[in-house]
């Protein structure tokens, strides 16, 4: 069964007759008419009770609507996820740090994307935290944050912080 009846089926259901629903599908009522005949034809049922102002599903149409209602919003769910892939506000983002004490700083990393992005999903990857710009080169993290900006044309940088580094030591300690 074609998608378009399952469209003439939610519309005329929905608009309760064939002259309401042929501007919403952009089609004659005698288009809508014959499309309605060739489905009931191939289907060996008739999908509505006609009367002159008003049409209901009959019992088969009712399921035939359900049925239908579901494969729809199933396509326009697909098509808009698709959208979401091509303009990138959906999928998972891959990240790791150069040393463990960075990953202090992820969560609000993280709850800020979440935020901003809330179809992106955020995954720490833990193994690559002693080689992120390899790791990076190799697609296998997506955001390395590091203490120097690395040396290649590949990769782009930006400062997210500038945090003082500390040396702790006893006082009692030679080299103080």
Known sequence: ???K????????????SIANSSGKLFLTQSALSHQLKDLEEQLGFKVFH???????????????YKLGNGILESIDKSFQDIEHIRTGSTGTIKVSTECYSF??????FIQRMGVL?????????????????????????DIAIVTSKPHSDLLSSIA???DEIFVVMHKENKLN
């Open 103 to 108: 990953y202090q700083g992820l969560p609000r």
């Open 1 to 3: 069964m074609e998608i």
């Open 160 to 162: 997210v912080c500038e």
């Open 117 to 141: 992005y809330p179809e992106i999903n955020v995954d720490l990857i833990l193994e690559a935290t002693h080689q992120p710009i390899p790791k990076i080169l190799s697609n296998e993290i």
């Open 5 to 16: 009846y399952f469209r003439l089926i939610k519309t005329i259901a929905e608009e309760g």
């Open 50 to 64: 006609r009367t002159r102002n008003k049409w209901k599903l009959t019992e088969e149409g009712s399921e035939l």
